[in-house]
């Protein structure tokens, strides 16, 4: 079973940084043919894709989040990693990491989510 789990701060000020990490056991992140994503959903609203890492390194953004969003790996330590800068109070959101198998469509897991709050 693949575990995913997410870290990183809770409190973010406005214009900063915002970097979280999930780190991945049970499985890798160079599993073939897998996606290594992040979601958040932000307070009263649905789920938004962040964007995802695939297992070849590629990596695929939101158009609405894409000047702001990178997403990359450290196959050494298993972990993939999402930095989106100039944050708002509109990015705060539960920051889920998941993966899934683009063949296996049973292969779909997710962490248990990270609160972020931005915030002065």
């Known amino acids: 079973q693949v575990q995913l789990q997410e870290s990183g701060p809770g409190l973010v000020k406005p214009s900063e940084t915002l970097s979280l990490t999930c780190t991945v056991s049970?499985?890798?992140?160079?599993?073939?043919?897998?996606?290594w994503t992040w979601i958040r959903q932000p307070p009263g609203k649905g789920l938004e894709w962040i964007g995802y890492i695939t297992y070849t390194g590629g990596t695929t953004y939101s158009p609405s989040l894409k000047s702001r969003t990178s997403i990359s790996r450290d196959t050494s330590k298993n972990q993939f990693t999402l930095q989106l800068n100039s944050v708002t109070p509109e990015d705060t959101a539960v920051y889920y990491c998941?993966?899934?198998?683009?063949?296996?469509?049973?292969?779909?897991?997710w962490g248990q989510g990270t609160h972020v709050t931005v915030s002065p």
């Open positions: 998941n993966v899934r198998n683009e063949i296996v469509v049973s292969y779909d897991y």
């Open positions: 049970g499985g890798s992140i160079t599993s073939d043919r897998t996606y």
